[in-house]
């Protein structure tokens, strides 16, 4: 009888590739993927804790499973990522949910599969936290994002900027091999997959020592692969941002004009109490060094508001960065209160009320920027890589190598195929065209 695996994943790209990986893990034992947790035999939450809501949001899921698993005894739950990593949290979930019955955290993915074996001949929870992380180099995810391929190249963050949690739950930097990273991206894209982007918590620090070639040397070496295909890659620290990466962007074609550079804030005291090392002027500095190279590069960023601390006067320095930069979409963030971290001693804390004006105001700007941007478009032919099928919408989507979503009708299955667009109407972020 065939068994079923339900994975329901919260937080950020690098989770979204996690699962996949924790799926080719099922696969290798048997499980066929399912759309309604109700027919799992197994079902994994692959946890987020960068901000409060994210870690309610699983824990309440994980709640609701409470009367499922009364009547589906068999059925197995195990929960794993960065929430399960934090210090103590995993026995607070197994007193919580007692009926969890595997906790496995970030330095455990390769563990999931003695895990899950280890539970199905025990009545016991297997809890299982490592403390630090070694690199699988031979991993199989079951990819479920076709034409795009998501392909890590470092694991950890070392920046510790003082408001962040990843680098107490997902330990210190460690890059991947480059030779095995490039024999990766060559098989997806003999496998007809179209866009790749690499994954680190700070790509611009890859390497750090352990490997023989630098983030830009990585990205050349990758760009020069055969086959059309369009590469992309997230997060850069602006600290690391090099000349050498706006000129290799520059030079390589296949390489996406489109850099998710994030600020977090416009003010340098902020910037400084958050230890992101750079100041206002260090990053409009590298803006301009990347559009020197690279005039038609757009950026998107990360915002933070009500860090401790801020007052109005910083709270404006970052609107007005926004407005020069000129972002074409950006993630705004209330600051959360992250426990372990520096910024949760600060005695500064922001009034929620006052932290809710602020990312009003902040969100629109952004908008009316993004919408701005986007107006331009109308009328232009744009190439997208179609990626799926709206099914609200009843029509297919895709980006342009800006990272515009567009939107067409299409007689034929187009997912996978670059398609040419006429833009004929800008709502917001998203465009609507014409194939032609
Ligand atoms: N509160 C709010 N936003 C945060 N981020 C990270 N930690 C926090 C926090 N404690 C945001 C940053 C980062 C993005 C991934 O999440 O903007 O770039
Ligand atoms: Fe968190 Fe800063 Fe590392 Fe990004 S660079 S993961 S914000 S500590």
């Known amino acids: 009888m065939t068994k079923y695996y339900h994975i329901t994943t919260y937080g950020c790209q690098m989770n979204v590739h996690e699962s996949e990986k924790i799926a080719g893990i099922l696969s290798e034992l048997g499980y066929e993927s399912c759309e309604r947790i ?3 035999d197994i079902a994994v939450f692959n946890t987020c804790c960068i901000r409060e809501n994210a870690e309610n949001h699983a824990f309440g899921n994980i709640g609701m499973l409470k009367k499922l698993k009364k009547s589906k005894k068999d059925m197995i739950i195990a929960v794993g990522g960065c929430l399960t990593q934090q210090i103590g949290k995993a026995d607070v979930l197994h007193e919580k949910y007692p009926y969890v019955d595997v906790i496995f955290g970030t330095h455990n993915l390769n563990d999931l599969k003695a895990l899950i074996i280890k539970k199905q001949k025990q009545k016991k929870a297997v809890i299982e936290i490592k403390d630090e992380g070694v690199i699988c180099e031979e991993e199989h995810p079951l990819r479920t994002s076709f034409p795009n391929a998501w392909i890590n190249i470092t694991y950890g963050c070392n920046n510790f900027c003082s408001y962040c949690i990843v680098p107490y739950v997902r330990g210190r930097e460690r890059s991947r091999r480059s030779e095995n990273i490039i024999r990766e991206a060559e098989e997806l894209i003999s496998k007809g997959y179209k866009e790749i982007t690499l994954l680190g918590q700070n790509v611009n620090s890859y390497a750090n020592g352990t490997d023989d070639i630098s983030f830009p040397e990585l990205l050349r070496r990758i760009a020069k692969i055969d086959g059309k295909f369009r590469l992309r ?6 600290k690391d941002f090099s000349e050498e990466l706006a000129k290799v962007i520059s030079e390589n074609p296949k390489i996406c004009h489109s850099v998710h550079l994030p600020v977090q804030s416009g003010s340098n005291p902020v910037l400084k109490a958050m230890n992101r090392k750079y100041t206002v002027e260090d990053y409009i500095g590298k803006v301009e060094i990347l559009k020197k190279y690279v005039p038609d590069c757009t950026l998107t960023t990360d915002l933070i508001v009500g860090f401790p601390g801020e007052t109005e006067e910083d709270f404006l320095g970052t ?9 074409s979409s950006a993630f705004t963030f209330v600051y959360s209160k992250r426990e372990g971290t520096v910024a949760a001693r600060m005695d500064n804390q922001i009034p929620e009320d006052v932290s809710k004006d602020r990312i009003m105001r ?11 941007q986007s107006a331009q478009y109308v009328g232009k032919t744009v190439e997208i890589l179609c990626e799926d099928f709206d099914t609200k919408k009843g029509l297919y989507q895709g980006r342009d190598g800006y990272g515009r979503m567009a939107y067409f009708a299409s007689d034929k299955n187009a997912i996978g195929e670059f398609v040419n667009l006429k833009i004929t109407e800008a709502n917001g972020i998203s465009l609507y065209g014409e194939r032609i």
């Open 38 to 40: 109700e027919d799992a």
């Open 233 to 238: 890659f997230m997060t850069s620290h602006p």
């Open 319 to 327: 609107m007005r960065l926004v407005e020069r930069v000129g972002y």
């Open 362 to 372: 902040l969100i629109a700007l952004v908008n009316s920027q993004t919408r701005s």
